[in-house]
């Protein structure tokens, strides 16, 4: 097989979460582009159905499946339609996070609802995710990516958002994990993106002009000089997903522009 070929998904179905928008949506349309099947989740259906267009003008198959990722039995029903419309899934991307409000914030400055909300959406859904990933995979396996972020390892200060850090510092420890405990069936790899400028990522640090958006840019000191896309992070998840990355488990490999 050459180099070219081992990126290629033909015949594979892959799961996104947070599908509807921003690095969701970038996923599952390079995810598509490669060759697989998506079924797309997300909380608004409305958003769901114009991902799976673009899915379909690519060539491939779509399923649209609302779905909360805090709630398990949400997850179940996703794993449950893929199988029974798509066939076994391959592929399970857990990428639906963020701040639940939009709100970054101070540890000492975040109240325990708030603290538990946070660690519900970006941790407990991703462990959720990965249990009920693995029992919807066949006896060949598959791959599971979880997507973390740069905050995970280096916190940027001015962002002021301790508690977004540390789930997903917790997610990358359980990343590790599970790529352990689920080998050699099935590889667990994440990617943690850095800032790109999605819906909740300018919502949070009110970057509403282009002036706002190069004093945001400049304060983070990203080596190559620009904020990311959604197509960076979807062309990482490829590769994790593909033959290309078949001796890779257990890994965190940062997007994030240096």
């Known amino acids: 097989m050459g180099v070219l070929d081992q990126f290629k998904l033909d015949g594979r179905v892959a799961v996104v979460t947070g599908a509807g928008k921003g690095i969701g949506r970038g996923i599952a349309l390079a995810l598509a582009e490669a060759g697989a099947d998506v079924a797309l989740a997300a909380r608004s259906a409305e958003d769901l159905e114009t991902v799976a267009a673009e899915v379909r003008e690519r060539g491939r198959r779509a399923i649209v499946v609302p779905t909360d990722v805090t709630q398990m039995e949400m997850l179940e029903n996703l794993a449950g339609r893929t199988k029974a419309e798509l066939g076994a899934v391959d592929i399970w991307v857990n990428n639906a996070g963020g701040l639940p409000d939009g709100i970054p914030r101070y540890l000492t400055r975040t109240s325990e609802a708030q603290f538990s909300a946070q660690i519900d959406l970006n941790l407990k859904a991703v462990w959720a995710g990965c249990v009920v990933a693995a029992g919807a995979m066949g006896e060949d396996g598959g791959v599971i990516v979880n997507i973390s972020s740069r905050a995970g390892k280096d916190m940027a200060p001015n962002l002021k958002n301790g508690p977004y850090a540390a789930s997903k510092s917790a997610v990358n420890s359980l990343t590790a994990t599970f ?80």
């Open 179 to 258: 790529s352990r405990e689920l080998a050699p069936r099935i590889r667990v790899n994440a990617v943690g993106p850095g800032p790109i400028p999605t819906e909740n990522f300018t919502a949070s640090v009110r970057m509403d002009t282009p002036e706002r958006a190069e004093e945001v840019r400049r304060s983070m000191n990203i080596a190559l000089q620009r904020f990311g896309a959604p197509e960076d992070i979807g062309a990482a998840v490829v590769y994790l997903a593909s033959p290309a990355s078949s001796w890779v488990t257990g890994q965190v490999i940062y997007v994030a522009g240096g």
